[in-house]
C-alpha cells in the first residue's frame, strides 16, 4: 500500500465531480463499496495496469514487458488507458491525469457501475476483497524467497508456475467437498482386510496348511493389484495447480510460492468469466447517467468522442464493452415491453410480435437481477436472440487453412452462439484435468485434455510440459487429439514423445 | 522511482541475454534480423513469454459484427492477439517472439560481446541535427495525430460564420478545411558524422552467396558505427576494372563479367573524399571486400593510392577478402607485405564464410578508432 501515498490526492474539482456521480449513481440504484479515486500520470498508470491493477505484486519480468508493451503503444498514441478500477473494499480506481475534464466525468460514471457488479455479482462472492493487501503480502513474501534463494532461482519457478496458472477449477470457490477426496488414500493400511486364501486349521498345523511366506507373498501380491486399480485421484481434478501442490515434491518455498500463483489465478478469474457483462454494465451506466445527468454542453463532443471509441465494433473481435452494453439495454427494452415469457416465445405472427408491448415495465428489475446472478457464459446463453444478432450484423468467423486466412463462417443463430458459447467455456481455454497422479505405479503424473474437437498447440503444450516437469520433477504425460488420432504427449526430462493412443 | 523499472530492467536483462546468447547465429545470419523503421529492428527470440496449454489455429476463431457474405476474408489478418502469423498449428515448438530491439541496444550488446572499444570521434564538427517535438497545431498531418476538439471546434465555428448550423438539429460535419492535426517543431541538436564509404568487387568471381556476406558484415558495421556517430552517411563503391559511385541497391545487385582493377575504385573513393567529405571535418571509414583477384600490375598503382591517399584519410581502411568458389587471390598477402601486420589504421581479414563475419567484425572494429 505504500505506493499508493505517492499518487496524488483528488484535487477540488475532481472530488466535487465524484460527488456529483456517486449521487447519480445511487439514485440509479447502484450499491458499492466506498470507492477511492486516485490521479496518477501516465507511466504510472501503465506500471499499475502492467501489475493487473495493483500498485504493489510480486517482481516478475513479465510485468516489465507488459509494461514496456503499454508505455509504447501510449507514446505512439495507438493505446491509452482512461481508467483502472481495483475490485477490493474499498474499491480503488485510478483516473489518468491527462484526461480531459469530461472524460474524467465519464470514467467516474463507468468505475461506479463497475464497484456495483464488484460488489454484487455472485461470480465475486468468494473473492477476497482485502486482495490489496494480499497482494502486497504475496509480493513481501516471494521477495523474502528472492533474498534467501536467489532472483533466479525463484524468477525461473515462477515461470514454471504460470505455466499451469490456468489450470484451476473455476468453480471451486463454490464447492467445498472438494479438498478432502484429493487427498491420497493411506496405503498402508492392508492389515486390518486380511485376505481369504487363508485355510482353517489347528494351531499346530497352522504353519504348515498356511506357510507364512506363501501368505506374506499373497498379501503382496493384493496389495500391488489393489494399489495397481486404485485410482489416484479417484477422478479427474481439475484444480492442477492443487494437485501438483499437494503432491509434487516441492521445497517449502516453492510450495509457497505455487499457492501465491494460485491464490491470485482464482482471485482473477471471476473476471475473466463476466468481462462482457462487467464492461457492459459499466458502460450502460457511464452512458445513462452522462446523457441524462453529467454533460454540460461543453462536454458533448468530448463525450461522443470517447464513447463512441469505446464502443467501436471490428470485424475480427467482438468488443466487450459494445456486446454488453446492448445485451443490457435489450434485456431492458424487452422487460420493459413484456417481451419474453411462454405467450412472447410461442407466438407466431411476425406482426404481432413486432408491435409487442404489454407495458411490463420491468426493464430495470430484470437488468439488475442479471448483473447479480449471472456470468458471460450464462448471459449469452439465455440472452442473445436471434434478432439481436440480425440486429447487430453478428457473424461468426474461423480459420481456413485452404486459403491461411481468416473467414466469415456464419451468419447463422445457431452457429454464431455456439462460437461464443464456445469462446466463453472454460474461459476459452483447453479443459485439462489430472487422470492419475501415480502413472504406471511410477509417481508420473498424467494430465488429460477433454478433446471438444479443437487440437492443442503442440508447440505450447511441449513447453508447458517442460515447465510442468520442473514442477513435477518426474515423467509428465498428457492425453489429447492430434490429427483425429488420440495421442499421448510425454515429456521425461530429456526428450519429448508423442505415443499413438490404441 | 516506479517499481515497474525492476521488472523492467529484469526483462530486458532477460532479453539483452537471450540476445547475447544467440548474437553469433544473428551475425551469422543477418537475414534473420527484420528492420522495422530507422531505429528498431526486430529479433526473433525463442520462448519469451509464458507457455499454456492453448488452442491451435484450427480453433482460433470467433464472433465478429459488420458486412460481408460468408467466406469473405475478414480484414486484419490474424485476430487473436499474442497468435504469430503463419501456421501456427504445424510448427511444433517454433512459436517466436519477436522482440523490438533499438539499434542502439543492439549496438551496445554487439559492442559488449565483441569486446568493442568504443570509437573517439576526431574533429567535432559543427554540424546540427534536428530533432521534434509534438507542441503545435497543424492543418494537414496523418489521421493518427488528428487533433479532435479542434477539427470540430473549426468545423463548427465554419458552420456558424456560413449560416448552415442549425441549433434544432446540431449536426456538425467537418470538412478537410477543418481538419486540425498535432504537430512538431523542430529544435537543432549538435552531431559528429561519419561517412562509411564500401568498396566491393563485382567482377564475375564473387558470387551471390559472397555479396550476401559482405551484406550482412555492413549492416553490423553500420550498426555500430551508427552508434558511436549522431549520424553516418553510407556511400557505395562497385568496380571491375572501372569503378563508379552507385547507391544501396545497385551495390549489393550488380555482377559484372569484366577483369578486375582495384586501384579504379581507390581512384573514386579518393576523388569521392577530395570533392565531398573533408577529412577535417568528417570520421572516414572504409570498407573494402573482394575476393582478392587483381590484375597484377594493378597491385604498386593500388597501393600507392591507398598508401598516399586513403589510409592518411580515413579512421579506418578494412579489407575484408571474401573466399570465392575459385579460391581465395592474392591481393591480401600484397598488403601484408606492403604495410606490415600490424598497422595503425589499416586492418586486414579473410572471410572465408558467414561464419567468418564475427570474427571480421571484431578485428574491423577492434581497434576503435
Redesign the interface.
Known sequence: MA?VDVFEPLPPHLADIQRQMEGYARGHGLDFFPTIFEVVEA??L??VA??GGF??RY???????E??QLAKGYAY??QKIYELVINNDPCYAYLMKSNELTDQKLVMAHVYGHCDFFKNNFWFSKTNRKMMDQMANHGMRIRRHMDRFG?EEV?NFI?AC??????IDIHLPFIKRHEESVKPKALEDDAHDEPSGRFAAKGYMESFVNPPEVLSAEAERRRVERRQSEQFPSQPVRDVMLFVLENAPLKPWQADVLSIIRDEAYYFAPQGQTKIMNEGWASYWHSTIMTRQGIQPADL??YC?HHSGTMA???????PY?LGIELFRDIEDRWNRGRFGKDFDECDDYVAKHHWDTAAGLGKQKIFEVRRIYNDLMFIDEFLTLDFCRQ????????N?G?????????EFPQ?KE??LF?LTNM???Q?AVRDGNYKNRGELFLE?TFN????????????L??LYRLWARPVH?ETVIDEVKTTLSYDGHEHKGTQVK | M???D?????????VRGKVRDNLRKYITHGEMIGRKGRNLISIPLP?????????????????????????????????QPGQGQG???S?????ILEVDVSLEELAEILGDELELPRIEPKGKANITDEKARYTSVRRTGPE??RH??RT?MEALRRQISSNSYDAGSPR?IPIREDKRYRSWTTTPMPQTTAVVVYLMDVSGSMTDEQKQVVRTTAFWLDTWLGSQYDGIETRYIIHDAVAREVDEETFYHTRESGGTRISSAYKVCAELIKQKFAPSEWNIYCFQFSDGDNWGEDNEQSLRILREELIPASNLFCYGQVESPYGSGEYIRALRSAFGGAHDKLTLAEIENKEGIYDAIKSFLGKGK
Open positions: 505506493s507511466d504510472q501503465n506500471e502492467a501489475y500498485p504493489t517482481p516478475h519480468w513479465r510485468f516489465g514487458m509494461f514496456e498514441g495507438l532472483v524468477e515461470d504460470l505455466s499451469i496458472e490456468d489450470l463532443i468530448c468522442d465494433s471490428s470485424s475480427t473481435r467482438l468488443n459494445k447487430h450484423k453478428l457473424f461468426s468467423f474461423g480459420y487453412p486459403n491461411d486466412a481468416y473467414e466469415i463462417e456464419s451468419r454464431i462460437r461464443l469462446n476459452g481455454r483447453p485439462i485434455h474437437g479443437l487440437e492443442l498447440k503442440t508447440g505450447y503444450a511441449q513447453d508447458t517442460v515447465n498428457i | 516506479l517499481k515497474i525492476q521488472d523492467g530492467r529484469r526483462f530486458k536483462q532477460i520462448q519469451l513469454d509464458v507457455p499454456h496449454f492453448r488452442y491451435g489455429q484450427n480453433g482460433s476463431g470467433g464472433v465478429g459484427q459488420g458486412e460481408g457474405e460468408v467466406g469473405t476474408p475478414i480484414a486484419g489478418g490474424a485476430p501456421n501456427a498449428g510448427d511444433p515448438g517454433a512459436h493518427s495525430l479532435f476538439r470540430y456538425v
